[in-house]
């Protein structure tokens, strides 16, 4: 594969994928009649030198950009609506998620608002509120920025509430982006401690994907290629990184977003809470308990965890192998062990552990958790 070719992927949307792909951006918008663009983004990218060229690019073709970047690091309810107001007062006609997940995920929230007025909440997966998704939403286009959460070809935002931290799923076909332009080159740019998060946020997706319980063939081939690749490519793109290495990463990541709508599980069950208590970024939250909740699923998924060590090109093919290659992994790219060194204390345990029972993740995961099974797994971790 040439890394330096854009090509083209229709699946599950179109995705226009490599080096300068995001170039085309301006050309895609004037195609389609669009030309004042509500950009959601973060603090940090805004400030990026590639964040600047992409705006400079759109008003050369008379593309008037309204920038939204007043966002919390774990997204919540008032972002959502924060931006929605920038939206009606400047009268724009479409969507650019550009960033990671926390961007994508609030600009996919704000493409909900627009028509669909009542509380946000109301239209929350959990409790069938996709039901109510019953109107149009504006044009909406990803521009992914880290490889880690894939939310650029998701159908569903992830939103906390800003009082009770519980988090939320905002879901409906009618979110699938009308186009991803994923760049490799944007990710260039990335801090080797970001890129070692969001790339163990990756393979959490394609690993709980391929075990979640639900039976689905098709998510568990890409997962298998999505683990494969992050083990080719990980370690180098943080330590070393080069457009290869940054392009596989990419690639494993919409992989892990495309593979996860099998199910996710306990990995995740244990991480939201971190983000959501103690505002930890959430793909390190994944990184550090991602060896604990994968020795807890072996039993029961042996053949499983015998088909990653396969694939992770590990000698001893057993599930034991893969949690001691996680540990390994984890300390060649600079992500702790232990929950102490991220801030957690023994005092958050029981509140971790009532969020994390409460989560919506872990009715995938291949075998049952309960209460006392998360407060252990936290206190191994910690």
Do not use: W
């Amino acid at each position: 594969m040439n890394f330096d070719t854009v090509y083209q992927y229709n699946f599950p949307t179109i995705i226009r994928f490599g080096a300068g792909a995001s170039n085309e951006l301006g050309d895609y918008l004037q195609k389609n009649n669009l030309a004042r663009p509500l950009i959601v983004t973060d603090p940090v990218v805004a400030q990026l030198d590639f964040f600047k060229k992409i705006i400079a690019q759109l008003h050369a073709k008379s593309i008037s950009t309204e920038v939204f970047f007043d966002l919390h690091k774990n997204p919540v309810k008032s972002d959502v609506y924060k931006g929605t107001d920038v939206y009606d007062a400047t009268n724009r006609d479409c969507i650019i998620g550009i960033g990671g997940g926390v961007a994508i995920d609030v600009a996919r929230a704000i493409c909900l608002r627009i028509n669909h007025r009542e509380d946000l909440f109301k239209y929350d997966d959990l409790i069938g509120g996709d039901v109510y998704v019953t109107n149009d939403v504006p044009h909406f286009i990803t521009v992914p920025t880290t490889a880690g959460t894939g939310s650029e070809v998701g159908r569903s935002a992830i939103i906390a509430d800003d009082e009770t931290h519980q988090k939320k799923i905002l879901f409906s076909p009618k979110l699938l982006a009308k186009i991803v332009f994923a760049d490799p080159l944007l990710t260039m740019e990335l801090p080797p401690f970001v890129t070692a998060a969001t790339g163990m946020d990756a393979l959490t997706h394609n690993m709980e994907a391929y075990l979640a319980k639900m039976p689905h063939p098709m998510c568990e081939g890409i997962a298998l290629e999505g683990i494969y690749l992050v083990s080719q490519s990980l370690e180098k793109a943080v330590n070393n990184p080069d457009l290869e290495s940054r392009s596989k990463m990419l690639i494993a990541s919409l992989m892990g977003a495309v593979a996860f709508q099998k199910g996710l599980g306990v990995v995740h069950s244990l991480a939201h809470p971190l983000s959501a208590l103690l505002d930890t970024h959430h793909g390190l939250a994944n990184a550090v308990n991602i060896p604990y909740g994968m020795e807890f699923n072996i039993e029961g998924s042996e053949e499983k965890f015998s088909r990653i060590a396969e694939t992770l090109g590990l000698k001893e093919k057993t599930g034991e192998s893969v949690v001691a290659y996680l540990f390994e992994l984890n300390s060649k790219i600079g992500i702790p062990h232990k929950l102490r060194d991220i801030g957690v204390k023994q005092e958050h345990l029981d509140p971790l552990a009532d969020l994390a029972i409460a989560d919506f993740a872990h009715p995938n995961n291949p075998k049952p958790v309960t209460r006392e099974d998360f407060r252990a797994l936290y206190a191994k971790a910690l």
